[in-house]
């Protein structure tokens, strides 16, 4: 039901914007999110928006350098990454979680199928 895309390769220091589109009665009330994970790492969280895109919240990691916001009348939401690092390098994830704000990873209720983002020179 969450369809991410956006990602590829890029050098660092670049900038790429994710999206990830839903049916509008999958987003329209709840908070959603993004995740990341590398490879043998822990899926981590990223960002995450309220229903109404009023709050926002984001990992230390990724603070200043991201941004996430949301088109709720497309049903859309986006994570502008801008200044990315090597580190960045993940499978990065869309997530839908069941209230109007978000909480924990065990909150969410949808997930994306992922994009990959590469951040390499």
């Known amino acids: 039901q969450l369809q991410a895309s956006g990602g590829g390769l890029v050098q660092p220091g670049a900038s790429l914007r994710l999206s990830c589109s839903a049916s509008?009665?999958?987003?329209?009330?709840?908070?959603v999110g993004w995740f990341r994970q590398a490879p043998g790492k822990d899926r981590d969280f990223i960002a995450a928006?309220?229903?109404?895109?009023?709050?926002?919240s984001y990992a230390d990691s990724v603070k200043g350098r991201f941004a996430i916001s949301r088109d709720r009348a497309k049903g859309t939401i986006y994570l502008q990454m801008n200044s990315l690092k090597f580190d960045d390098s993940a499978i990065y994830y869309c997530?839908?979680?069941?209230?109007?704000?978000?909480?924990?990873?065990?909150?969410?209720?949808?997930w994306g199928q992922g994009t990959q983002v590469t951040v390499s020179s």
């Open positions: 928006i309220n229903w109404n895109g009023g709050s926002t």
């Open positions: 997530a839908s979680y069941r209230g109007s704000w978000w909480g924990r990873p065990s909150d969410v209720n949808y």
């Open positions: 509008k009665r999958t987003l329209s009330n709840n908070a």
